[in-house]
């Protein structure tokens, strides 16, 4: 199982981005999908979350700017990044809890991260 996020670049403070990652491979289903955040020095953290049944669930820091969405087909989740921040300049990670096999538990895969830089 392969997770190939893109999407990241350079904006100005108050622009847009809109990530992705599409995951390849041999799988039985995705569960949960979501996207995670680290800035220099800091600890990786939540940004947001969406379950194969769409709920979603935000971090407070972009709740009202971010927006995560996944097409089930394309085996792809997005981020549509508004309003930018120089605060959300981190790389970012997509992560999928995947189910290999049939009666096998799911198992954590994380993307390459994507770079995202918000000029003030």
């Known amino acids: 199982v392969q997770l190939q996020a893109s999407g990241g670049g350079l904006v100005q403070a108050g622009g847009s981005l809109r990530l992705s990652c599409a995951a390849s491979?041999?799988?039985?289903?995705?569960?949960?999908m979501g996207w995670f955040r680290q800035a220099p020095g800091k600890q990786r953290e939540l940004v947001a979350t969406?379950?194969?049944?769409?709920?979603?669930n935000y971090a407070a820091s972009v709740k009202g700017r971010f927006t995560i969405s996944r097409d089930n087909a394309k085996r792809t989740v997005y981020l549509q990044m508004n309003s930018l921040k120089p605060e959300d300049t981190a790389v970012y990670y997509c992560n999928a809890e995947v189910q290999v096999r049939l009666w096998s538990p799911t198992d954590d895969y994380w993307g390459q991260g994507t770079q995202v830089t918000v000029s003030s």
């Open positions: 969406i379950t194969s049944g769409a709920t979603t």
């Open positions: 491979g041999s799988f039985v289903s995705i569960n949960d």
